[in-house]
């Protein structure tokens, strides 16, 4: 089931995030849930700040109020006239929703929602490493959009951003090229 886990966001007190995620992760554990509910994560940020002319780093919550959960996810049909959907297990949904402090989750009418894979990219819930088979001054071919068919040299690689410049010939010149990671191949020389 580990395959259809998906992110949903729960809604809780304000102050309540630590006590709420370490509830969930009790009940996790004393129900032996953990093929259900993989994960409670609570967003954080380490911010410097400077009080009284003293430097010193605080964690911070990225959204008060807020614990993102992983639960398995099956699919259900909720009626004959609409198709399946991937939503979490009624046991799942019982537990995380009546653990104290939790007010319901994200979504419309408090039906749990998951977070798209964008989203919890985007909201720095998990990190995707990006591993590429060529490195600055490689010679490399571009697959895909305005450029398809057109070679170059890498100028340089932002794994964080997802990017690629690449150095082609046209009209004469060396023009730079910003493209995403999946767009280019090393050329077979």
Known sequence: MAENA????????SGYENKVASNIATVVENRKMQDQIFEVRIPTEIVTEIKDDKVREVERKLFPGYVM?????IYKKRSEFEDEELSMTDE??????????????????SKPVPLSDEEVINLGIEKRTVEVNYKVGDFVNILSGPFDGYSGVVDSVDLEKESVVVMISMLGRETPVELGLNQIEVAQL
């Open 6 to 13: 998906r992110w949903f966001v729960v809604h809780t007190y």
């Open 69 to 73: 959960v992983k639960v398995a996810c």
């Open 92 to 109: 799942a949904w019982y537990v995380i929703r009546n653990t104290r402090g939790v007010t319901g989750f994200v979504g419309p009418g």
